[in-house]
């Protein structure tokens, strides 16, 4: 019971921080998108997704293992955390190394290469505080990292947006990223020595890195797979199609990636009870993973169907020149569901030494992405990347439950009529939102929405009060 109240509690702290988080993310967005417009928006955004696919090199799975680790055997922390942070200098300078000999190569202009050389300094430092936090996650503590979380996008907001006030312009914001990205990393070395004790040396055990280095293989696989998946079809759209189009599909983009942190912030709390599991108890361990689609079932749906509805207002809070984005918005946000059940569907397969699994799924489906980026792109620009999005997410869901039931004992019919029950208060929610859209304003539909469909989910029997309870349980301190 003690897991269960820590998944709780965990789930609690790191939902309603990144709850915070991605509101002020998704305020700076917007802020962004009014001063610059699609095009510098695009190379804003390329400059991120191409730093963000080779920071998958600088940790190479590690912080993975090392979370789990920690969570089986709390005593060797210090270790494992010297290790992987020697391990992780080297990786750091070849990353570096690769971005600018792709950048020469690229023939981008002279405002998007700087752009680039900015992001880079955030990959570095942003690697290193994620390892970081890994050690302090496998003591199922995210309260530090919650605070954190807040902390660096409140960085971002006043830096960048201070920028953009003073007439520094793209470059200046994009500057905010490593300005809040070292004081992220501070903040994470604090926590780990000051409040867990743990040693920050650098450490040199050859045999142990080697060790590591093959534990780790499935993660950096599924890591590289995954980055590639994920940011690839923005670079290919820069350079298929040009940073407006890039511009107009971050709208969608943005929306889907900040919405993640529900998904995230669940798994973040479940995966080392998971690994705990699979270790002492195989029945709570097939529990807690219906468990888990459960919750974020009720959670994806509604947004799904209020999405469509108000895809129009929210192209609307951005200046003109973003109308483009409704069409790819009301595809990708399809792909929400099927994004939001793979993450539990990942922390089985890695909590349970599946690793290769998940790796061979996420191969498959960085493989399919690019064939189809390279096919839709060219005809349909930032439509067709949505379209992609949609199709390769229904396909790792299919290959992640193929790959469970191996696993476990999975009682699909469970998830069902939870998942039924969400989708009737959902579409009656969607009904209440279109026929309002052209009197309220976005926000107060948003809240109106929410508000409905929980009072109808409730009714449906989709959740207890006993459901209701446990969560605001889980925000009291002992």
């Known amino acids: 019971m003690n897991k269960i109240h820590n998944i709780a509690k965990n789930t609690s702290y790191l939902t309603l921080a990144l709850i915070i988080q991605k509101v002020i993310s998704f305020t700076y967005f917007i802020l962004l998108a009014r001063f610059l417009g699609p095009a510098d928006m695009g190379r ?12 998958v090199f600088i940790d190479l799975g590690l912080t993975n293992v090392l979370t789990r680790e920690v969570a089986k055997r709390p005593e060797t922390a210090s270790r494992w955390l010297g290790n992987i942070l020697t391990l992780k200098l080297p990786l750091s300078l070849l990353s570096v190394l690769g971005v600018l000999v792709l950048v020469a190569l690229s023939g981008y202009d002279e405002t998007t290469r700087l752009l680039i050389y900015i992001s880079c300094v955030s990959m570095v430092l942003d690697s290193f505080t994620g390892t970081v936090f890994g050690a302090v996650r496998g003591f199922h503590n995210l309260k530090y990292e919650s605070i954190a979380s807040i902390l660096f996008q409140l960085a971002v907001l006043v830096f960048g947006y201070g920028a953009l006030l003073l007439g520094g312009g793209l470059v200046w914001a994009m500057a905010a990223l490593p300005i809040a990205s070292f004081f992220n990393l501070a903040y994470s070395l604090v926590v780990a020595s000051r409040r867990l004790r743990l040693g920050l040396a650098f450490l040199i055990e050859r045999s142990f890195m080697v060790e ?3 534990i780790s293989w499935p993660f950096a696989l599924y890591g590289i797979f995954q980055r590639i998946y994920t940011y690839l079809d923005t670079v290919l759209l820069s350079f298929l199609a040009g940073a407006e189009a890039v511009g107009l599909y971050q709208v969608a983009f943005k929306i889907i990636f900040a919405l993640q942190f529900l998904p995230l912030a669940f798994t973040a709390s ?3 009870a998971l690994s705990s599991y699979w270790q002492s108890n195989r029945q709570q361990l097939a529990i807690s993973f219906e468990r888990a ?3 974020l079932t009720i959670i994806s749906l509604p947004i799904i169907v209020g999405t469509v509805a108000l895809a129009e207002k929210i192209s609307l809070l951005l200046k003109s020149g973003f109308e483009g984005s409704v069409l790819p918005l009301r595809i990708s946000i399809f792909a929400l569901f099927f994004i939001f059940i793979n993450f539990p569907i990942g922390s089985l397969l890695n ?12 191969g498959i489906v960085a493989g399919l992405s690019i064939v189809l980026n390279l096919l839709l792109i060219p005809r349909w620009q930032a439509v ?4 992609t999005v949609l199709i390769t997410n229904i396909v790792m869901t299919g290959l992640g439950i193929f790959w469970a039931k ?16 969400s989708l009737l208060a959902s579409l009656l929610m969607g009904a209440l939102i279109f026929m309002g859209r052209d009197y309220l304003n976005i926000f107060a539909l948003v809240g109106l929405g929410a508000a409905v469909y ?10 207890r009060r006993a459901d209701v309870d446990s969560v605001l349980a889980s925000f009291k301190l002992k």
């Open 351 to 362: 909590a349970c030494d599946r690793q290769g699994k998940n790796t061979l799924n996420m």
């Open 212 to 214: 590591l280095i093959r």
């Open 454 to 463: 929980f009072l109808l989910l409730f009714w449906l029997g989709g959740f």
């Open 293 to 295: 689609i459960n919750y």
């Open 270 to 272: 479940l995966y080392p």
């Open 384 to 387: 067709g990347a949505s379209l």
């Open 406 to 421: 191996r696993i476990i004992t999975y009682r699909g019919r469970n998830n069902l009529k939870v998942g039924l029950k």
């Open 44 to 55: 804003y955004y390329l400059a991120i997704s191409l730093t963000t696919i080779f920071s």
